[in-house]
């Protein structure tokens, strides 16, 4: 009993204390248990969302990777049979194309066309493009005049440029509708060129060509995707991840994308072409995600200028 004083209260407050009751052991389990729940679930949908937010991120990424692609093929494509369509007929006809330029794995290319498609069938094509790769130094102009006959070529470019260029072996073309010739020489400003080296000796244009007139090196340039399943032996890419390579004359494969699996080219009416190209989504995993679905692919058309 507790009594308070005051001058106007009088009485007493009583204070009955109870004991207090602790938790129980099953309701310290219950709870521990909702918690644990509660805990699982909301980590497995973070798992979920950040493996969703990982998926997204590789699909932009996979689709930057095929748009960068089919943007170089279809420059190349656009530029085929520069200058003139019938004059690259005639080229690969006559004069020829270096056997060193044309691939022959994962499938020979027997060049018939200005562009030539050879189809892999189940596995991705090979196209191989007869173009000229534009830079600052192609195409140029013949800085003199070059008689008919004549074979040596001074070109409007300082010799380091020439030498950066040009190497014996490519292949020019001179004037519009052109005529072809091959570098034999290099020297300072000047090419010695053979316009037939099907013919003993190096034979001189037949056509004069004035100063001022357009030259340029003709390349040839080949894409093909090696994959687990047209190499099996791992000569063009590291087993498990398949890649898209390009070709330039007579140099080997380089790398332009990795994880990419199909390539596909269709010919259609007036130089226009459909690309197909995809990517798997799942690096490292070839066969199961196809076999899965889990391939993006992305579709182009392009129009030759020539």
Same mark, same amino acid.
């Given at each position: 009993? *507790?009594?308070?004083?005051?001058?106007?209260?009088?009485?007493? *407050?009583?204070?009955?204390?109870?004991?207090?009751?602790?938790?129980?052991?099953?309701?310290?389990?219950?709870?521990?248990?909702?918690?644990?729940?509660?805990?699982?679930? /909301?980590?497995?949908?973070?798992?979920?969302?950040?493996?969703?937010?990982?998926?997204?991120?590789?699909?932009?990424?996979?689709?930057? *990777?095929?748009?960068?692609?089919?943007?170089?093929?279809?420059?190349?494509?656009?530029?085929?049979? %520069?200058?003139?369509?019938?004059?690259?007929?005639?080229?690969?006809?006559?004069?020829?194309?270096?056997?060193?330029?044309?691939?022959?794995?994962?499938?020979?290319?027997?060049?018939?066309?200005?562009?030539?498609?050879?189809?892999?069938?189940?596995?991705?094509?090979?196209?191989?493009?007869?173009?000229?790769?534009?830079?600052?130094?192609?195409?140029?102009? =013949?800085?003199?005049?070059?008689?008919?006959?004549?074979?040596?070529?001074? =070109?409007?470019?300082?010799?380091?440029?020439?030498?950066?260029?040009?190497?014996?072996?490519?292949?020019?073309?001179?004037?519009?509708?052109?005529?072809?010739?091959?570098?034999?020489?290099?020297?300072?400003?000047?090419?010695?060129?053979?316009?037939?080296?099907?013919?003993?000796?190096?034979?001189?244009?037949?056509?004069?060509?004035?100063?001022? /007139?357009?030259?340029?090196?003709?390349?040839?340039?080949? %894409?093909?995707?090696?994959?687990?399943?047209?190499?099996?032996?791992?000569?063009?890419?590291?087993?498990?991840?398949?890649?898209?390579?390009?070709?330039?004359?007579?140099?080997?494969?380089?790398?332009?994308?990795?994880?990419? /699996?199909?390539?596909?080219?269709?010919?259609?009416?007036?130089?226009?072409?459909?690309?197909?190209?995809?990517? =798997?989504?799942?690096?490292?995993?070839? /066969?199961?995600?196809?076999?899965?679905?889990?391939?993006?692919?992305?579709?182009?058309?392009?129009?030759?200028?020539?």
């Amino acid at each position: 009993m *507790v009594r308070i004083p005051g001058d106007d209260f009088q009485g007493t *407050v009583r204070y009955r204390i109870k004991d207090a009751g602790g938790f129980q052991l099953m309701e310290l389990l219950v709870v521990l248990g909702l918690i644990v729940s509660i805990l699982g679930v /909301t980590y497995e949908l973070f798992i979920r969302q950040a493996d969703a937010f990982r998926q997204q991120d590789r699909k932009v990424n996979r689709q930057q *990777v095929l748009r960068a692609s089919l943007e170089m093929i279809s420059r190349d494509l656009r530029l085929a049979a %520069y200058p003139d369509g019938e004059g690259a007929k005639r080229l690969i006809a006559g004069l020829g194309i270096p056997p060193a330029y044309l691939p022959q794995y994962p499938l020979g290319v027997i060049l018939k066309e200005p562009v030539t498609i050879v189809s892999g069938g189940i596995h991705p094509d090979v196209i191989s493009i007869l173009t000229v790769l534009p830079n600052e130094n192609n195409p140029t102009v =013949l800085a003199s005049e070059v008689l008919a006959g004549g074979n040596s070529l001074t =070109l409007s470019l300082s010799a380091s440029e020439v030498s950066d260029q040009y190497r014996v072996g490519d292949v020019l073309y001179l004037g519009k509708p052109p005529q072809y010739a091959q570098v034999r020489a290099i020297s300072g400003r000047s090419l010695t060129v053979d316009a037939d080296p099907k013919v003993p000796g190096w034979q001189g244009l037949l056509q004069a060509q004035t100063s001022g /007139t357009e030259v340029g090196e003709v390349s040839l340039v080949s %894409y093909a995707v090696f994959t687990d399943r047209n190499d099996p032996a791992g000569n063009f890419h590291e087993a498990g991840r398949p890649v898209l390579k390009r070709k330039i004359n007579g140099g080997g494969f380089e790398p332009v994308a990795e994880d990419i /699996t199909h390539l596909k080219i269709k010919s259609g009416p007036n130089g226009s072409y459909g690309l197909e190209i995809g990517a =798997l989504l799942e690096p490292g995993k070839e /066969t199961a995600a196809e076999r899965e679905g889990q391939r993006l692919l992305l579709t182009s058309q392009v129009r030759r200028r020539n």
